[in-house]
T-cell receptor
Framework: AAGVIQSPRHLIKEKRETATLKCYPI?????VYWYQQGPGQDPQFLIS???????DKGSIPDRFSAQQFSDYHSELNMSSLELGDSALYFCASSLAQGDEQFFGPGTRLTVL | KNEVEQSPQNLTAQEGEFITINCSYSVGISALHWLQQHPGGGIVSLFMLSSGKKKHGRLIATINIQEKHSSLHITASHPRDSAVYIC????????????FGKGTLLTVNP
């Protein structure tokens, strides 16, 4: 069965650079969630989209933005990267809001 | 105090033992997830439940909404069950984000 796809799987950036993370949800899933997991930390919710509209916002820095496109894939754009942005970024999708969330493999971002 | 508390934080067992991981939460929820995370990071959804009990293979999850408590049981544990098990709750209403517990690191020795 198709799963959530994230790209890239690993990303190394310098401070103050920008990064774009991509998430392709399971087919027919219209809801996408982004989570950030710092080293040794539990995942923290960043932002979610339903039917291409932002549906909820968590502890996402102003330097980050995200959107969901017409094909339901989502991109998380991160600018002016800081060392503290180094983390595992998960995307999850669900068939509808409130349904079971299925997670992608994550993108490991390292900021040097 | 965290909204989602898990116990124990760390658990070491011998192969074949029965495992129980507990999760308590302090907020009203619409559903609770049990997730598994292996070293290297990937998260797998094991269960989502809002009442009663679910079983999948050697895994059993139960939830008591009145007591705000859920348990994950693993029968006949195996070294490949070694992972971090995370309880996460969906608060409900118009809020569909997950709030995660700190996880339980399970190590099953052969």
């Amino acid at each position: 069965a198709a799963g959530v796809i994230q790209s890239p799987r690993h990303l190394i950036k310098e401070k103050r650079e920008t990064a774009t993370l991509k998430c392709y949800p399971i087919p027919r899933h219209d809801t996408v969630y982004w989570y950030q997991q710092g080293p040794g930390q539990d995942p923290q919710f960043l932002i979610s989209f339903y039917e291409k509209m932002q549906s909820d916002k968590g502890s996402i820095p102003d330097r980050f933005s995200a959107q969901q496109f017409s094909d339901y894939h989502s991109e998380l754009n991160m600018s002016s990267l800081e060392l503290g942005d180094s983390a595992l970024y998960f995307c999850a999708s669900s068939l509808a809001q409130g349904d079971e969330q299925f997670f992608g493999p994550g993108t490991r971002l390292t900021v040097l | 105090k965290n909204e989602v508390e898990q116990s124990p934080q760390n658990l070491t067992a011998q192969e074949g033992e029965f495992i129980t991981i507990n999760c308590s939460y302090s907020v009203g929820i619409s559903a609770l997830h049990w997730l598994q995370q292996h070293p290297g990071g990937g998260i797998v959804s094991l269960f989502m439940l809002s009442s009663g009990k679910k079983k999948h293979g050697r895994l059993i999850a139960t939830i008591n909404i009145q007591e705000k408590h859920s348990s994950l049981h693993i029968t006949a544990s195996h070294p490949r069950d070694s992972a971090v098990y995370i309880c996460a709750v969906l608060s409900g209403g118009s809020n569909y984000k997950l709030t995660f517990g700190k996880g339980t690191l399970l190590t099953v020795n052969p």
